[in-house]
Structures are given as C-alpha cells and as structure tokens.
C-alpha cells in the first residue's frame, strides 16, 4: 500500500547520532528531515574528547559540520522541538512541531539523547561541564595530578573514584547519599590510598573563571573540602517525551543510572517504523559511539524502507 507523505525518515535529534543516521541515509538518496531543538548534551563543555580525528574540536565545530556534510545530500535540516509524534508505519506518521509546523514520514528516528539529571546540590549545575565532570575518558587528562573529589549520590561513587585514581594520586570520596562503599569497595579505596569521607555536601561554590579555581565543597556540620574537580554520576534521563503516545517501550538500563528506550540489535523500538539510535538507547554511549550507532540504525532503516518499495511493486505488479 503507498503511503501519501512529506519524506521518507524524519530524524528527531541532530547530534551525533541524528546526523550520522541522516548522513548514511542522504547517500543513498532518501528523502531525510532532521529536527533539532538546539540543546546538545555537551553544550555546557568547551571540548570534545575520545572522537578520532576530531578531539579538542569544540562541540558546536563538530555539528556545524556534520549540519554541512548532511545539506550536501539534500537532508533539510528544521530547528525547531517536536511536540507530539502520531501515526503509524501503515499510514505514517506526523511529527508536529513547537512552530505549528507538521511533516509527515514512512519511518521515525528518535536520537534525541538524554538530560543528565544533577543531585540537588546548591552550585552544582552551574559548573557542570567545566570543574564538575562526570566521565575520565571525557574530561580526565585535563584534570590529571589534580585534587578530584568524587561526590558519591547513586552508588556508583567507589567505581568513579579507582577510574579517576589512575589520573591523579589525590582522589577523595564523598558520601552523599546512599549506603557509601561497602567493606570490599573501602578495602579498595584504601589500596588505591583513596580517603572515604561521610557527607552530605551541602554546596559547591569557587571556581569562577578569572578568579580563584578552587572549588569549596561546604559539607554538613561545618566542614568543609577543596578541589580542583568534582566527579559526580548524573542521573542519565532518554528524552522521550514526545513519543510516549506512540507506547515506544523505556526501560531501565543494566548501568542501574538511568533508563533507555529498548530496541533491537538494529535499533527497531516496540513500535513498528520507529527507530532509536544514540544515547536515548544506551546512556553510557560517548559522542563516537552514538555516530557509530546513528549510521548502523540508518542501514536498518534503509533496507526496511527497501523491503517495504520492494513488497509494494510486487504487489502491484501481481494486481496488473
């Protein structure tokens, strides 16, 4: 049955993974819209890192040229937040923007990543990015021989502490919340000469760019510590809002730190014709993995949409 729509996919997200995925399918001349509301995850940070051929790049270089690379191909790029998604794969579906604008597609890409949750610490958020990491192969060589204090909220507090210990030799942890390191986890803490010590963290304050970079974590009952970085573990939230009427399953994902929209190995949600690739689907994804996975899920949707022209001539060829 032919399907009366705009294009072929559109892709819900432009980051690593929506560019890439559009990229891949542009090239092999379907119709692609991409569209992006201009909030990447790692707007916050001032560089990229672990991206071959492109680390040190700032993010915003990054997607202007991946957003150039894609026009070449014919793929419109709309900026623009999608507000609802409807439809189906027999039918198609309708994205309906922010603007009042609607496109229609045979078939959905949802990389729209995720937002990282912060713990509800007075300054935290407003360093995020900058003194206040979260990943050693995103942010640790800058932060090498440096005093690191890991701030423990989700449990993760012991791993985060003996990864960045092998970055610098003055690694503290935290407790903020949470039972804190059981007796195998201090045992190596306590190998690894990592000081264990009981919170809450009340603030972060300090490091202000052109003053002083020291950042002052102000602790419960007075105390108080310094560093030159904090390490926390975000809670890792899918942005998926928007397709919540189409029933595309979430679930929580093995990290045990956040959830993520299921999908299959060639990244087929519960819901026929749509697709999800990137961060959304796997939290712990860095930047090169979600364009890796964008361009893999974009193979699977042009052989879907290949089958689906194929069945559709065959059908009417029996018909005639």
């Known amino acids: 049955m032919d399907v009366d729509v705009d294009v072929d996919v559109i892709v819900i997200g432009g980051s690593a993974a929506g560019l890439a995925a559009a990229l891949q399918l542009g090239r092999v001349r379907r119709r692609v819209v991409v569209v992006d509301a201009g909030e990447p995850r790692n707007a916050p940070a001032e560089h990229l890192h672990g991206y071959l051929g492109h680390d040190g790049a700032a993010p915003a270089e990054l997607l202007a040229a991946g957003r150039a690379e894609v026009a070449r191909y014919g793929v419109e790029l709309i900026g623009d937040r999608v507000l609802d998604l409807t439809g189906d794969a027999a039918t198609g579906f309708t994205v309906t923007m922010a603007s009042g604008l609607t496109r229609t597609a045979r078939r959905i890409l949802l990389a729209t990543g995720l937002t990282d949750v912060l713990p509800a610490i007075d300054g935290l958020a407003e360093r995020w990015g900058r003194q206040v990491i979260h990943c050693p192969y995103c942010h640790g060589w800058e932060v090498q021989d440096q005093r690191i204090v890991v701030i423990d909220t989700t449990g993760l507090g012991t791993h985060q502490a003996l990864l960045f210990r092998q970055l610098s030799d ?49 602790l419960a009952g007075g105390a108080s510590l310094e560093a030159d970085a904090v390490v926390i573990a975000p809670r890792l939230q899918p942005n998926v809002a928007m397709a919540a009427s189409l029933g595309v399953a979430v679930a929580d994902d093995p990290s045990g730190i956040g959830s993520a929209v299921v999908t299959d190995a060639m990244g087929a949600t519960s819901v026929a014709g749509v697709y999800a690739a990137g961060n959304v689907t796997q939290p712990m994804h860095q930047l090169l993995h979600a364009a890796a996975h964008g361009s893999q899920v974009a193979a699977a949707i042009s052989f879907d949409l290949l089958h689906a022209d194929l069945a559709a001539r065959l059908h009417a060829a029996a018909a005639t």
């Open 170 to 218: 003055r690694v503290r942890l935290v407790v903020h919340s949470g039972p804190g390191p059981d007796a195998t986890q201090r045992a190596q803490l306590a190998a690894f000469d990592v000081e264990v010590i009981d919170g809450p963290v009340l603030a972060v304050g300090g490091g202000e760019p052109g003053h002083e970079p020291t950042l002052t974590m102000t």
